[in-house]
């Protein structure tokens, strides 16, 4: 008995204790002196943006310690609603989605969090963030507004979401400083300018002051000129602004300093560098004017964040329409998360406000002179391994009809009628398809290249192997996103019916592994349909093994010169996309913790929708290497011409509209 006394007056102290720890954390906007207020203290913050999502979570504490060795004062990240409900009322917060475990790590590592929940988050990210089966049963919808079948989707996931991160709150003894709901609404001018557009704020506003209650700071962020904070801001919600680096912080804050005469000045997206767009160079940031406004904001008074701090990858089908695999935006941490001169140059300066922890290292990183790749068969082969039962219809029905929301998906005809060198059209591809008939390439297909001339005999199947891209994240085309084929396909003239569409899942290759090494398989390659070499533009799957040097689990590169466009895989896990002859990425980033230890094989598969290395030589062979070094600012044209190019001259201020502003102080940048 005595000891049950014990248990629970222990349990009433640490109780009493715990309450007036929370009763003693205050975050708030001090209006009086334009600023923010923690604890009751003056306080401005320096902040690192790292996603959560596109780190893998293995890492996490990695970059966040780093994150707080460099003298940051917070984390800011985006929640990325669609891997965490990939269906409707399907949720998932584990493992890789572990947003709780993500911001413990947070406040283990010292840091504050400004967390920013949208529900649309932009961010270069697969349809902003949004779930691709909004697109399926809501052919008129318009996002980002009252739309009802909109905001049911969002009601119900913000009432999973936001009680979920409560107790992670500052006043409930968390980490989370700031909330932010939507993002860049001022930018959305087509619905934000209209009557509809506060309405939506409105309800984005109660919604999360429902679920939070009223003792964090909501807020939102916008572009720093006052047509879009006219349009993109809401009471209840304080308002931030976002631009690229500027030794004058008058200039930038004075857009948010005339739309709120009092109040902190916040940048909550002070640019490292820039986006990178397939075809285009890699953009570095200028490391001293970075440095030089951070310095300069802190002395205003104002608060800042730097996007990117750590960039990382967008794994699997996740990259926004037209963006690499490679998110590294020239931050301070690298895609693999080693610091760089530009984290060394920042912590300088931040060693001067406050004393800093020592810095972790770098990781070693593995390197693989060079991995033989053999074809297992073309898609069309392989399609019993890697295709779902296909749907049918009389007319194409696109990616988001057919609950099939990423990656690849095989629409089959068959031939009614006879056709001699006719054209084979559509408009409707989304995003890039490959032809072929009877099994031959026949042609391909893409937003600019809609029509090609063709044969084929009645009976022969048509295959159309399309590619989707990925999704728009920004601007009013959000509302034009379905994928596959959107519009019919005619043939000479005639619109081709009767279609099957088949959901392609190239993962299921790793579920037989066994079937590829078998005897049977083994006997079929000697067929001319698997030895023959890839056609051009015959989408083809490859697959290759190799063996760990240790039993280090080290991060490396997938080095994809001579490769022409595709997917990659090992062990199971999508790696991204590849496309070096476009560049500027070159490189796979491939984090340690997919690979197993010797003396267990690894397994690389790569779906090559155009040509292999050996391509027009049959002595050749198809190899891959895993590399040391990353390269994301070049393209290669063959497996050993690298050209470099790269984006110096300048950075984008703030966005307007679906294009850019750019900043004349980046007119000459340094590395």
Known sequence: MLRLLLIAAAWLVAWSQADTHKKNRSFIIDYDNDIFSKDGQPFRYVAGIMHYFRIPHYYW?????????????????????????????????????????????????????????????????????????????????????????????????????????????????????????????????????????PQYLRHLRDTFNYYLGDDYVLFTSDGSTLDYLKCGTIDGAYPTVNFAPDPDPARGFDGQRKHNPKGPLVDSECYTAWLDAWGGGHHYG?????VAAIAANYAYNASTSLYMFAGGTNFGYMNGDGKPTSYDYDGLLTEAGDVTPKYWAVRNFTSTLKQLPSVPENKQKYVHSSILMQKIGSVVDLMPVVSSPPLRSIYPLNMEQANHFYGFVLYRHVLTKSYLNEEFCTTGVRDRGYVLIDGKPSGYLDHGTHSFNASGWVGQVVDIIIENQGRVNYGYGLNDNKKG?????????????????????????FDNLGHFKSRQFMEEKMVMRFQRQQLPREPTVYKGEFVLHSNQQLDTFLQMCGWVKGQAFINGFNLGRYWPVKGPQVTLYVPG????????????????????????????????????????????????????????????????GQSYVHHALYAKNEM
């Open 61 to 197: 504490e990695d970059r966040l310690y780093k994150m707080s060795a460099a003298g940051m004062d917070a984390v800011q990240t985006y929640v990325a609603w669609n891997l965490h409900e990939p269906l409707p009322g399907v949720y998932d917060f584990k493992g890789q989605q572990d947003i709780a475990k993500f911001l413990t790590t947070a406040q283990d590592a010292g840091l504050l969090v400004i967390l920013r929940v949208g529900p649309y988050i932009c961010a270069e990210w697969e349809y902003g963030g949004f779930p691709a089966w909004l697109l399926s049963d809501n052919e008129t919808m318009i996002v980002r507004t009252m739309d009802k079948k909109y905001l049911s989707a969002i009601d119900r996931w913000l009432s999973v979401l936001l009680p979920l991160v409560k107790p992670y709150l500052y006043s409930e003894g968390g980490p989370i400083v700031m909330v932010q709901m939507e993002n860049e609404y001022g930018s959305y001018k087509e619905e934000a300018c209209s009557p509809r557009g």
């Open 485 to 509: 084929l959107v519009s019919n396909i005619t043939f000479g003239g005639d619109v081709l019916s009767n279609w099957g569409m088949y959901p392609l899942n190239f993962t299921k290759i």
């Open 593 to 656: 913790g997919i690979l197993y230890p010797a003396p267990k094989r690894n397994t690389v598969v790569m779906l090559e929708l155009e040509n292999p290395p050996s391509a027009g030589n049959n002595k050749a062979i198809n190899i891959i290497r895993l590399v040391k070094d990353p390269i994301i600012d070049g393209r290669c044209f063959n497996s050993t011409v690298i050209e470099r190019f790269s984006h110096f001259d300048s950075i984008p201020m703030f966005r307007q």
């Open 286 to 290: 200028n490391t001293s004017i970075l």
